[in-house]
């Protein structure tokens, strides 16, 4: 599966932006599909994730209540809604997908089989 990600850009300290994940090759049918960020000079972290069947969510305590992601099945694209931006919030954000996650595995970048080539969130104070 390819993963095209998008929807970064420039914003303001308690802005919004939305970022999309499409895939195309095959439907996120049966994946789990993750949201990563990395800063400069730090490691890649989690984000948020979603199970595309069943659709349950999960969050990084930094951006629980500001963050919100969702899917489309028909467009067979998942967003991440990020409000009340924050300038720590900076960096370029990854989704990543896979088909056989187990719950205690999501948080880990490692864990994903397919990445999309990232979108850069720039947040300014």
């Known amino acids: 599966v390819q993963l095209q990600a998008s929807g970064g850009g420039l914003v303001q300290a308690g802005g919004s932006l939305r970022l999309s994940c499409a895939a195309s090759?095959?439907?996120?049918?049966?994946?789990?599909i993750g949201w990563f960020r990395q800063a400069p000079g730090k490691e890649r972290e989690f984000v948020s994730g979603?199970?595309?069947?069943?659709?349950?969510?999960y969050y990084a305590d930094s951006v629980k209540g500001r963050f919100t992601i969702s899917k489309d099945n028909a467009k067979n694209t998942v967003f991440l809604q990020m409000s009340s931006l924050k300038p720590e919030d900076t960096a370029v954000y990854y989704c990543?997908?896979?088909?056989?996650?187990?719950?205690?595995?999501?948080?880990?970048?490692?864990?994903?089989?397919?990445w999309g080539q990232g979108t850069l969130v720039t947040v300014s104070s």
């Open positions: 979603i199970r595309w069947s069943g659709g349950h969510t």
């Open positions: 090759g095959r439907t996120f049918s049966g994946y789990t």
């Open positions: 990543a997908a896979d088909a056989h996650m187990i719950l205690s595995s999501m948080r880990h970048s490692s864990n994903y089989d397919y």
